[in-house]
C-alpha cells in the first residue's frame, strides 16, 4: 500500500476532492452558508458549482483562479467557499483577489449603477493550527477548526468545525447526507483510486520542491497541469 495512505486511510471533508463533492449537494451548502453567516438570510441557492475556473482569455499574463465552490443565491448574492488545510500566510490578500476576480465574472454592464454590483463573500475554512489564540469566526470569512469558541456561534457552524476534524456530527439531517457522501466516497473503489493518485501526485510534487511551494501551491499546480 501507498505510504501516503498507511497514515491516511481516511478520506475526510477537508480532503480536496471530497470538500467538493461534499459541498456541491444543493441542501448541505446552503445549511452551511446560512451557519456561517445567521445575518443572512439566504431563502434559496443555485446549484454550486466545483472547481470553477474564473480566467481572462484576453490578458494571459493575469494570474487564473479555481474556486473550490462558487454558489449564487436566489437575490444574486454570490458565495466562494474554501478549504485551506496550511497556512500561507497571505489568505487576506488572496480572498482580496478571488472577490476581485468574481467582480471580474460578474462585471456591471454599461448603464449599470455600482449599486448592481453582486454582493461577494469569499468564505475560507482552515484547518491548521496557528500558535496565536483566535476565534472560530472572524471578520475576514475565515472559519478556524482549531478556533477559541466565543460563545456566539451557530449550531450549524459549530457542527461545521466538528465535520472538518472528522468528528462525528448527530441530530442534524443535512450533516448526515454529508457524512454518509464521505462514507460512499471512502468505500467507492474507483473514487478512492482517483483520490489516491491525485494525491500521491501531490506528495511527488512536494518531495520534488520541498519549501519552494505550500501545499495549495501544489494543488494550484496539478489542476492547471
Known amino acids: 500500500m501507498n505510504k501516503l495512505f498507511e497514515k491516511k486511510l481516511w478520506l475526510g471533508f477537508t480532503e480536496d476532492k471530497v470538500f467538493g463533492e461534499v459541498m456541491s449537494n444543493k441542501g448541505f451548502c446552503k445549511h452551511v452558508l446560512q451557519g456561517i453567516l445567521p445575518e443572512l438570510s439566504i431563502d434559496e441557492i443555485y446549484f454550486p458549482h466545483k472547481q470553477e475556473e474564473i480566467n481572462d482569455p484576453e490578458h494571459y499574463s493575469q494570474k487564473d483562479v479555481r474556486l473550490d465552490i462558487l454558489v449564487e443565491d436566489y437575490n444574486h448574492n454570490l458565495y466562494n467557499i474554501e478549504v485551506q488545510t496550511t497556512n500561507t500566510d497571505d489568505i487576506a490578500r488572496r480572498m482580496r483577489y478571488y472577490a476581485a476576480k468574481a467582480d471580474q465574472r460578474y462585471t456591471?454592464?454599461?448603464?449599470?449603477?455600482?449599486?448592481?454590483?453582486?454582493?461577494?463573500?469569499?468564505?475560507?475554512?482552515?484547518?491548521?493550527?496557528?500558535?496565536?489564540?483566535?476565534?472560530?469566526?472572524?471578520?475576514?470569512?475565515?472559519?478556524?477548526?482549531?478556533?477559541?469558541?466565543?460563545?456566539?456561534?451557530?449550531?450549524?457552524?459549530?457542527?461545521?468545525?466538528?465535520?472538518?476534524?472528522?468528528?462525528?456530527?448527530?441530530?442534524?439531517?443535512?450533516?448526515?447526507?454529508?457524512?454518509?457522501?464521505?462514507?460512499?466516497?471512502?468505500?467507492?473503489?474507483?473514487?478512492?483510486?482517483?483520490?489516491?493518485?491525485?494525491?500521491t501526485r501531490l506528495l511527488e510534487r512536494e518531495q520534488d520542491y520541498g519549501d519552494s511551494f505550500s501545499k495549495e501551491q501544489l494543488k494550484e499546480f496539478l489542476r492547471e497541469n
Not at 156 to 168: D, E, G, H, I, Y
Open 108 to 199: 456591471l454592464k454599461k448603464g449599470s449603477t455600482y449599486r448592481n454590483l453582486k454582493n461577494v463573500y469569499i468564505i475560507f475554512l482552515c484547518t491548521f493550527t496557528r500558535t496565536e489564540k483566535r476565534p472560530i469566526r472572524n471578520k475576514y470569512l475565515t472559519i478556524n477548526s482549531n478556533g477559541i469558541p466565543n460563545g456566539d456561534e451557530t449550531k450549524t457552524l459549530l457542527n461545521l468545525v466538528k465535520l472538518m476534524k472528522n468528528l462525528p456530527v448527530s441530530g442534524d439531517t443535512y450533516f448526515d447526507i454529508a457524512q454518509n457522501r464521505i462514507k460512499e466516497t471512502n468505500s467507492d473503489e474507483n473514487w478512492r483510486d482517483m483520490i489516491m493518485d491525485y494525491e
